[in-house]
T-cell receptor
Framework: GEDVEQSLFLSVREGDSSVINCTYT??????LYWYKQEPGAGLQLLTY?????DMKQDQRLTVLLNKKDKHLSLRIADTQTGDSAIYFC????????????FGRGTSLIVHP | ETGVTQTPRHLVMGMTNKKSLKCEQH?????MYWYKQSAKKPLELMFV???????ENNSVPSRFSPECPNSSHLFLHLHTLQPEDSALYLC?????????????FGQGTRLTVV
């Protein structure tokens, strides 16, 4: 299986909350990231969480980490049409060169 | 603008052509990466350069040839490509060896092989 897994699509109504989920396999991951890719653009870091944290909040974004289940989620409150993009989960291992491993990305579609 | 610039943004090439993709960063980073993004596949790491030395080459076919002349520039030389090589090629840079290392991505080159 893949090292980082995400569902491919999520569709929500404007104003609702979006929850994007990710599972990973490397229990030694130190940092876990959420990147956002808008159409025609590269990936841009949205937020990250250190592996000794359970939760991190940053304005409309909430990241939850369940280290036991190796599950990471990104919650976007009050989702707007501008949030429509592909969201990538990524991890960096504890050793080696800290090269991030990415999932396939979840396409978030926000409709009015 | 992320500080990582890729040119060209779009490229159409025949299977017998030779072309090069260019990536430039002025963020003072010491690591640069090439990724391939195809539809319905995970983001694939192709090559990593750290301090201008190639440190990773993920079983990429020899028709892709990277070059890193200095820490600010990275090239991907292409020759005799196949239609399945059509994809978005993303360059990224980071300050490697830092634990929390954010990768900064360019906008990508959309490559179509005909």
């Amino acid at each position: 299986g893949e090292d980082v897994e995400q569902s491919l699509f999520l569709s929500v109504r404007e104003g609702d909350s979006s929850v994007i989920n990710c599972t990973y396999t490397d229990s030694s991951s130190t940092y876990l990231y959420w990147y956002k890719q808008e159409p025609g653009a590269g990936l841009q870091l949205l937020t990250y969480i250190f592996s000794n944290m359970d939760m991190k909040q940053d304005q409309r974004l909430t990241v939850l980490l369940n280290k036991k289940d190796k599950h990471l989620s990104l919650r976007i409150a009050d989702t707007q049409t501008g949030d429509s993009a592909i969201y990538f989960c990524a991890e960096t291992p504890s050793g080696g060169s800290y090269i991030p491993t990415f999932g396939r990305g979840t396409s978030l579609i926000v409709h009015p | 603008e992320t500080g990582v610039t890729q040119t060209p943004r779009h490229l159409v090439m025949g299977m017998t052509n030779k072309k090069s993709l260019k990536c430039e960063q002025h963020l003072g980073h010491n690591a640069m990466y090439w990724y391939k993004q195809s539809a319905k596949k995970p983001l694939e790491l192709m090559f990593v350069y750290s301090l201008e030395e190639r440190v990773e080459n993920n079983s990429v076919p020899s028709r892709f040839s990277p070059e890193c002349p200095n820490s600010s520039h990275l090239f991907l030389h292409l020759h005799t490509l196949q239609p399945e090589d059509s994809a978005l090629y993303l360059c990224a840079s980071s300050q490697e060896r830092r634990r929390n290392t954010e990768a900064f991505f360019g906008q990508g080159t959309r490559l179509t092989v005909v």
